[in-house]
């Protein structure tokens, strides 16, 4: 009886071995294969529609598309970018800073958002971080070869972009001087 216990336990252990062998890796404690590696990421969404609304001036619109966009895919950068733009062209600046920054948190080097956001700044009550953030712009292009065109620039170049930010940092001499220094008596 003893020997039959036993052959049944063995016979049971290698039946549990067996289809702890055939269970997929995570179901054996084994931590699951990143996302990147089992599936194709999501097909980048088209930003067309939202800009297509937004260059008929058709504002209100384009932010509730931009809006519905960021819902569905709210680590898209550029669906971001386009809310902030969008928004300060319809005068609204606290949720136009806040998207560019969002923007930004989300893809660092993006240079068209550091570049609205400098403009935003500029002519707000922030001007030194609007001048701080034309200047990760211009930094971002001087890695960049010079006629190359810039995401969601309508085709500007780095050097394009690098000669507007010093056009409109010449325009407003007193809010591109460096942080401390004095005006000239």
Do not use: N, W
């Not at 504002?59 to 819902?71: G, P, S």
Request: proline share 9%.
């Amino acid at each position: 009886m003893l020997e039959t216990k036993r052959t049944s336990h063995l016979i049971a252990l290698v039946g549990a071995l067996a289809l702890l062998a055939s269970a997929p890796a995570h179901a054996q404690g084994a931590p699951p294969a990143p996302a990147s590696v089992t599936e194709e990421p999501p097909p980048a969404r088209s930003v067309a529609p939202i800009r297509a609304l937004a260059d008929a001036g058709r504002l209100k619109e384009a932010a509730q598309a931009c809006a519905e966009a960021i819902e569905a895919d709210p680590l898209d950068a550029r669906l971001h970018f386009y809310d902030g733009v969008i928004a300060q062209a319809a005068g609204r600046r606290t949720h136009a800073e806040a998207a560019l920054r969002r923007a930004l948190y989300l893809e660092g080097s993006m240079v068209m958002a550091h570049y609205h956001l400098g403009l935003l700044l500029l002519d707000g009550a922030t001007p030194e971080a609007g001048r701080r953030a034309m200047a990760q712009a211009v930094k971002l292009c001087e890695g960049l070869p010079g006629s190359a065109v810039l995401p969601e620039s309508d085709g500007l170049t780095p050097r394009d972009l690098i000669e507007r930010v010093a056009m409109r940092l010449r325009a407003r001499p007193a809010e591109a001087r460096p942080a401390g220094a004095r005006p000239r008596a």
